[in-house]
């Protein structure tokens, strides 16, 4: 959380406005987040299960700016940069490792933003449409290539 304080000239007005912040940052770390698949304590991060989707092709960018391919994804923005580790979902267990994915992009629905959902790029409309929704287990990692 951002303060920021044009000019304190008493020292008092400081630290309340400090104190303020503090209290502000423990609210919203407190309420304001959601446990998700990535936690900055956790290197390898936690299987965490969610759904899947599809998209193609739009003619635009990703959102880092590259164009998408085979073997990226669309996730919650705060994942951009990060590698998705996605298995099948098997009885709340990971099964069969589904694929590893960059994660170049993200969405506009919400479950895609709050980190509810991984939506893998494919090739076509077809294979969206094949790929469907999947129960998967995923794990976000800080991994590249």
């Known amino acids: ?13 400081m630290i309340i406005v400090i104190i303020i912040g503090i209290i502000a940052t423990f609210i919203l ?24 989707t599809a998209y193609t092709w739009t003619g635009d960018p990703c959102a880092n700016g590259k164009y998408p391919r085979i073997g990226i994804c669309a996730a919650a923005p705060g994942w951009i940069g ?12 990971p099964g069969d490792l589904i694929g ?12 895609i ?12 409309k077809e294979e969206c449409l094949e790929w469907g929704r999947k129960q998967v287990i ?8």
């Open 82 to 93: 990060l590698t998705c580790v996605m298995y099948e979902n098997n009885d709340g267990h």
């Open 100 to 111: 590893i994915y960059e994660i170049y992009d993200t969405g506009s629905d919400y479950r």
């Open 113 to 124: 933003q709050e980190g509810l959902c991984i939506d893998v790029y494919l090739d076509s």
């Open 1 to 13: 959380m951002v303060v920021f304080i044009k000019q304190v000239k008493q020292p008092q007005a």
């Open 29 to 52: 770390m407190m309420f304001g987040t959601k446990a998700d698949a990535h936690t900055p304590s956790n290197d390898i991060g936690e299987l965490v299960p969610m759904e899947s």
């Open 138 to 145: 995923c794990q976000i990692i800080d991994a590249k290539g």
